[in-house]
């Protein structure tokens, strides 16, 4: 389900745009309705929004200032964050903050000026519901792995991700305090934090020192506990006493 979320800080634009997504589903350019899209949340309190963000899939239609704590762009990023799939629409009088959703990389399928009149945004906002459909029916016939990603932070404030089929393992760089290193295909990178604040429950702690992909792991050399990614044995990592049970229950699960 393509769930629909709308941010709008103006109770009659708020309702105008659910009035035009509401009609796109049920009136479109196909012969059909947009059966599997929904609207799950429309609101201008942005804590409420937040909070109800999962591991889902979602468009969402978003006003940028919203004269509170959180803006626009806030709950984007925590969008992109969270979902499986997300396309974001931000409809907004201020054209200045569209570098911020840059430099965040938000990602945004259109950015949208409302100008005076909130009617002059409807054909181009019809046309952003047809492509976020079209975006989300490819996305389900594609094989999900190719869509799981790893999200870390280079430098504070700046987003990066890369795809969990290409990380191998992300490991603390010896004499370095808070200092990390990903490894993966074609991939080293060092940048700055600790592996107690990564969270993602398709990675494995095998060690105080290293996180893995598990889905990667080519040979689990028990006997030295030493698991390795590459055939040539290249690309390894070693396992703590304590951490063979969790692997060898991994492997089990998953054979």
């Known amino acids: 389900m393509l769930k629909v979320i709308i941010v709008e800080n103006n109770t009659d634009q708020e309702r105008y745009i659910q009035s035009i997504i509401e009609h796109r589903i049920m009136i479109n350019s196909t012969p059909n ?16 929004i937040k909070k109800r963000i999962s591991h889902e899939d979602y468009f969402a239609v978003l006003d940028i200032e919203l004269g509170k704590n959180t803006n626009g762009i806030d709950i984007a990023e925590i969008i ?35 100008g005076n009149d909130i009617t002059s945004i409807a054909d181009r906002l019809r046309q952003d519901i047809d492509e976020a459909y079209s975006r989300y029916q490819s996305f389900l016939t594609i094989p999900q792995k190719q869509y799981q990603k790893f999200i870390y932070e280079p430098v504070h404030g700046i987003k990066r991700q890369i795809s969990l089929e290409d990380l191998y393992y992300i490991e603390s760089v010896k004499y370095k305090s808070r200092r990390l290193r990903i490894v993966g295909k074609n991939l080293r990178i060092e940048y700055s ?45 070693d396992v703590s006493y304590r951490k063979v049970k969790l692997l060898n229950k991994f492997f089990l699960n998953n054979s």
């Open 33 to 48: 309705s947009y059966d599997d899209m929904k609207i799950m949340m429309h609101s201008d309190d942005p804590s409420e």
């Open 80 to 114: 992109r964050k969270r979902a499986n799939f997300a396309e974001i629409i931000f409809v907004t009088a201020y054209k200045e903050y569209l570098p911020y959703t840059v430099s965040r990389r938000i990602e945004p399928l259109d950015y949208i000026s409302k």
């Open 193 to 237: 934090g600790t592996l107690n604040k990564i969270k993602n429950d398709q990675l494995l702690r095998i060690s105080q020192s290293a996180i893995v992909n598990p889905k990667n792991i080519i040979e689990f050399d028990k006997g030295n506990r030493i698991i390795y990614f590459s055939k040539d044995h290249q690309i390894k990592c």
